[in-house]
T-cell receptor, first 112, second 114 residues
Framework: DGGITQSPKYLFRKEGQNVTLSCEQN?????MYWYRQDPGQGLRLIYY???????QKGDIAEGYSVSREKKESFPLTVTSAQKNPTAFYLC???????????FGQGTRLTVV | AQSVTQLGSHVSVSEGALVLLRCNYS??????LFWYVQYPNQGLQLLLK??????LVKGINGFEAEFKKSETSFHLTKPSAHMSDAAEYFC????????????FGKGTRLHILP
């Protein structure tokens, strides 16, 4: 089945460690996105990519990094510089930037 | 730039009653409009979308929405609420420029009362 796969579903990290969240899509979509979701704050855009080997900062990019070496993959690294990384992270893709986005099931990151 | 406002962060309705979730948008050019649903600890799922054509759009799970240009609204309705409709709902807007991002509202949590 076509779709977006995020892994792992739950992730625990010690303070000071970097951690990478995986996002893979087989929808042949050009655009991919990472959002952060905190209770009561809706979706906040971290990074997005319109095409392979190109990506742009979103509204809350500080403390995060991404890469887009393959069309199918858009991993997100949460670095130790992110002061409050505990959150629910959602990856999405769309055929182009203004069309409907398809979401993965999310990764819940907890810093312990 | 476009924006979207969802009125009411929490809405409660009785089972069997009408569901009405409000969404207003701002856009200087014709918009594309979307409604998504999110169940706990899951990703967002597209309920319905409006791009062009018929202004009354039917989606999954018995939901529908009407694009009203004069009111800059895209309210989501369902005639009869079911317990399984309890979730968070997001309205979103984009425009016809292919390089412009989708903008999401802050969401409305729908509670269904038995």
């Amino acid at each position: 089945d076509g779709g977006i796969t995020q892994s792992p579903k739950y992730l625990f990290r010690k303070e000071g460690q970097n951690v990478t969240l995986s996002c893979e899509q087989n929808l042949n979509h050009d655009a991919m996105y990472w959002y952060r979701q905190d209770p009561g704050q809706g979706l906040r855009l971290i990074y997005y990519s319109q095409i392979v080997n190109d990506f742009q900062k979103g509204d809350i990019a500080e403390g995060y990094s991404v890469s887009r070496e393959k069309k199918e993959s858009f991993p997100l690294t949460v670095t130790s510089a992110q002061k409050n990384p505990t959150a629910f992270y959602l990856c999405a893709s769309s055929r182009q930037m203004n069309t409907e986005a398809f979401f993965g099931q999310g990764t819940r990151l907890t810093v312990v | 730039a476009q924006s979207v406002t969802q009125l009411g962060s929490h809405v409660s309705v009785s089972e069997g009653a009408l569901v009405l979730l409000r969404c207003n948008y701002s856009s200087s050019v014709p918009p594309y409009l979307f409604w998504y649903v999110q169940y706990p600890n899951q990703g967002l799922q597209l309920l319905l979308k409006y791009t062009t054509g018929a202004t009354l759009v039917k989606g999954i799970n018995g939901f529908e929405a009407e694009f009203k240009k004069s009111e800059t609204s895209f309210h989501l309705t369902k005639p009869s609420a079911h317990m399984s409709d309890a979730a968070e709902y997001f309205c979103a807007v984009s425009i016809m420029e292919r390089d412009d991002k989708i903008i999401f509202g802050k969401g409305t949590r729908l509670h269904i009362l038995p």
